[in-house]
């Protein structure tokens, strides 16, 4: 069974304060690791998708990166309006789901 | 550029009554699926759709069902609400199915069953 486990469950961050975002997996043949930003009220948003370990993809503030156990997401120098819950999801070859983790909840604070 | 239409966006049932959350998408998406979010348990898919005509279950499909008639639709109803299924849904939608494919999201329905 495809497990996601994010870490941590908060993060408060001072404006600037640069910090990463774990999202460790255990999936039989992983076909996309997925990291989706999703506001108060509202749907998650996609940010990126990685494939293979090694990969890395980097969006203003936000890079995120892939090993074969977890992948991380780092924010650098965020600013207020980073602030939302940060959520990682991984789909498996051949089967038509995606299985999502609980999020990190991520507070930038001014 | 409306993408993917839920409604209603709030509900309150009475435990044993039914309705339909309405899922559209735009985007002339295959596949379409329906999640529900509670505090602590992430996401978990209810069902999903590959296709008009084509439905199948995902993780928690009990108490739910849906049909796919045509491409932009697909509905998920509650036959008899039951406490238990209060919680946030989210309607789905990708241009070449879940597994490496970003999926485009709805705004949500938080539904209330007492």
């Known amino acids: 069974e495809d497990q996601v486990t994010q870490s941590p469950e908060a993060l408060r961050l001072q404006e600037g304060e640069s910090s990463s975002l774990n999202c460790s997996y255990t999936?039989?043949?992983?076909?996309?690791l997925f990291w989706y930003r999703q506001d108060p009220g509202k749907g998650p948003e996609f940010l990126f998708t990685?494939?293979?370990a090694g990969e890395e993809k980097e969006k203003e503030r936000l890079k995120a990166t892939l090993t074969k156990k977890e992948s991380f997401l780092h924010i650098t120098a965020p600013k207020p309006e980073d602030s939302a819950t940060y959520l990682c999801?991984?789909?498996?070859?051949?089967?038509?789901?995606?299985?999502f983790g609980t999020g990190t909840k991520l507070q930038v604070i001014p | 550029n409306a993408g993917v239409t839920q409604t209603p966006k709030f509900q309150v049932l009475k435990t044993g009554q039914s309705m339909t959350l309405q899922c559209a998408q735009d985007?002339?998406?295959?596949?379409m699926s329906w999640y529900r979010q509670d505090p602590g348990m992430g996401l978990r898919l209810i069902h999903y759709?590959?296709?008009?005509?084509?439905?199948d279950q995902g993780e928690v499909p009990n108490g739910y069902n849906v049909s796919r008639s045509t491409t932009e639709d697909f509905p998920l109803r509650l036959l008899s609400a039951a406490p238990s299924q209060t919680s946030v849904y989210f309607c789905?939608?990708?241009?070449?199915?879940?597994?490496?494919?970003?999926?485009?999201f709805g705004s949500g329905t938080q539904l209330s069953v007492l």
């Open positions: 759709s590959v296709g008009a005509g084509i439905t």
């Open positions: 789905a939608s990708s241009s070449q199915g879940a597994t490496n494919e970003k999926l485009f």
């Open positions: 985007m002339n998406h295959e596949y």
């Open positions: 999936v039989s043949g992983l076909r996309g």
């Open positions: 990685l494939y293979s």
């Open positions: 999801a991984v789909s498996e070859a051949g089967y038509q789901k995606v299985t």
